[in-house]
C-alpha cells in the first residue's frame, strides 16, 4: 500500500539495525486511526509516531528484522512468546506438538499470571491421561516447555468476532511445590 511505512522497534521505541530483531509496527496511509468502539484496545494497539508528528503506528505484535534489502523477515508472534524461569518460549510451538496427540482435538497455551509455569486448556471427547501426554512431549520438546497443568474445557472462550479470548481461560493456580 503506497505511503505504508514500518519499523522494528525495541521496547523503548527506538529503531532496530538491520538484522535485530524486534517489534514490527506499521504507519501510513494503509493503517486505520484505531478499532472501532474499541478505545482500551486502541490505545493498547496503537501508539503516536516517534518518528512523525500527528502520525499513529499500529504495534502488529509480529517479531520481525530487516534484512540489508528492506526484507522483513517474521520470527513470529510477540503475544504467544513468554519467558518462563529465564526460558524465552513460543506458545505455539507447544501447542503444535500437543495437536499432534490424536485424542486431543484443540489446545491453547498460556503461562500463568505469574509467568512461572504454562497451562494447556484443551478439548477432547475422552480422558486424557496428562502424564502420558507430558511424557509423549518430553520425546521433542524441552522440560521447561511442558504444562504444569492441562485442564479439559468442552468450548473455549471466543470474542464477538470469534477468534479465541485468551483473557477469558480459566485461572488456575498451583501450590507452591507443586511446579
Known sequence: IANTKCYILDKDKNLLPTY?????????DGVSKGYLNREELTNEKFIESPFSKNDLIYN????????????IVHLGRTDFQV???????????IE???NQIPEILNNVVVADDDQKYLICYY???????????????????????????????D???????????????PKIKLKAGNI
Open 20 to 28: 535485530t530483531p524486534g517489534e514490527l509496527y506499521i504507519g501510513g
Open 60 to 71: 502488529t505484535n509480529d517479531l520481525a528484522y530487516f534484512t540489508n534489502n528492506g526484507e
Open 83 to 93: 519467558k518462563i524461569r529465564g526460558y524465552r518460549i513460543e506458545l505455539e510451538e
Open 96 to 98: 503444535s506438538k500437543i
Open 123 to 153: 478439548i477432547s471427547n475422552e480422558e486424557i491421561d496428562t502424564n502420558k501426554v507430558s511424557a509423549k512431549l518430553l520425546k521433542d520438546l524441552p522440560n521447561y516447555m511442558i504444562p504444569a497443568v492441562f485442564f479439559k474445557m
Open 155 to 169: 468450548e473455549f472462550p471466543l470474542t464477538p468476532n470469534g477468534k479465541l479470548d485468551r483473557k477469558k481461560l
